[in-house]
């Protein structure tokens, strides 16, 4: 009775005294590694029939063009503004700085930074813009904006009182869809009307970032439509207690930062100095935030103290870099056409020589595996087509 008891075990069906769960877990196995059987709903009549009546329903309450399909075909390539710095127009993607964005440009004192953003003002005038600078810290000098080619009698000028007038003077020029590059000098110098009109050592805590951030919520929606470009020059303060890392930080909250598709880091790192006088700047920009392009790119150029970023010199280190320019002790050759026994002779020539130095320029755009216009002058290519492609 025994035996027959343990003959009659569910677990012996093979003989094994173990049993063999096998066939129930290759059964499963099975079915998981089968066919799959999920539904395509996006074939589904009734669920298509359901989203165009949203969409409808959509576009008639908001307007047309409030929503649609992605489908490619209305991509354009972002069209952007030179810096004045080839180096730094390639850091950046190849078109500058581009259109309908906020720009965030920081640094310590006298590293360049609104010097920078005058030569885009330049360049934009250049291609037809109109262009803004709202002079918070009431330092803009005409003359030296004058040498970096700004026109000034095209040149909107503002200097507010208070932050809020300030915002909301930048908040009527891009509504306007009139302005293509609106400089705001600077953040730090945007002071909230209760700092203004409060006593001194009255503490306003978070008053600035408060206003930056209501600001660019506002604003943000409007630049893109209005493909008008935004910078903000930014100044930086050090944090209390910080013992490792970077203490440095930039003024007016976190909203900005967040914000920006461009965050320029720019600094000074030597002094151009010629028979013991400082003439010029070494200057290395840093972009340590690119939304239309891969950050992290450094570009390095002169700020000379008598017409700003040296264009040719640019132009000139480039080229080395790139083998365009041959570089043989200290003269430097283009193909068959010396240059110049040292560096400032070849920049003096290539600034003598427009047509040269334009051909240079586009042998180091075509070297970069950048989309080049032959016919454009002043104007770098505009890759940003394969650029964001190459991104996504």
């Known amino acids: 009775m025994a035996s027959s008891g343990s003959s009659s075990s569910p677990t012996g069906s093979n003989g094994s005294g173990n049993g063999n769960p096998s066939a129930t877990t290759t059964g499963l196995a099975g079915s998981a590694r089968g066919p799959s059987t999920q539904t395509d709903y996006s074939r589904d009549p009734a669920r298509e029939s359901a989203l165009t009546r949203a969409v409808q329903q959509i576009e008639k309450q908001f307007g047309r063009g409030s929503v649609m399909k992605l489908d490619g075909n209305n991509i354009k390539p972002i069209d952007g503004i030179p810096t004045g710095s080839l180096s730094l127009d390639i850091a950046l993607g190849g078109a500058g700085i581009p259109k309908g964005r906020v720009i965030e440009i920081f640094g310590p004192e006298s590293s360049g930074k609104t010097t920078l953003t005058l030569h885009i003002i330049a360049s ?16 803009l ?15 909107l000028v503002s200097q507010p009182d208070t932050g809020e ?38 503490s306003h805590m978070g008053l600035q ?9 506002k604003l943000t929606g409007a630049i893109s439509r209005s493909k008008t470009t935004v910078i903000f020059i930014n100044q930086i303060r ?86 365009v320019v041959d570089k043989s002790g200290a003269w430097f050759n283009y193909k068959t056409t010396r240059l110049g026994q040292g560096r400032e002779n070849s920049k003096h020539f290539l600034t003598e020589n427009k047509d040269l130095a334009d051909e240079i320029r586009q042998a180091v755009l075509l070297s970069k595996g950048l989309l080049a216009d032959k016919s454009a002058k002043d104007v770098p290519a505009e890759p940003a087509e394969e650029l964001a492609g190459a991104k996504a």
Request: aromatic share 6%; net charge negative.
């Open 209 to 217: 970032a408060r206003l930056m951030s209501q600001a660019l919520r």
């Open 141 to 155: 000098d005409p003359a030296w904006a004058k040498r970096l080619g700004v026109k000034l009698d095209d040149l």
């Open 238 to 323: 050090e944090k209390i207690g910080v013992m490792f890392g970077n203490p440095e930080t930039t003024t007016g909250g976190r909203a900005l930062k967040f914000y920006s598709s461009i965050r320029i880091d720019v600094r000074r790192t030597q002094t151009i100095k010629e028979a013991e006088v400082s003439i010029g700047a070494r200057t290395r920009a840093r972009v340590v935030k690119n939304k239309i392009a891969p950050p992290f790119r450094d570009a390095e150029f002169d700020i000379m103290f008598d017409r700003g970023i040296s264009y040719e010199g640019d132009l000139l280190d480039l080229a080395v870099t790139c083998n």
């Open 124 to 139: 934009s005038q250049k291609m037809g813009g109109v262009a803004a600078f709202i002079d918070a810290e009431h330092a």
């Open 165 to 202: 007038q300030a915002l909301e003077i930048c908040e009527l020029l891009v509504r306007s869809n009139a302005v293509d590059v609106i400089v705001i000098d600077s953040v730090a110098a945007l002071i909230p009307r209760a700092e203004i009109e409060g006593e001194m050592g009255d």
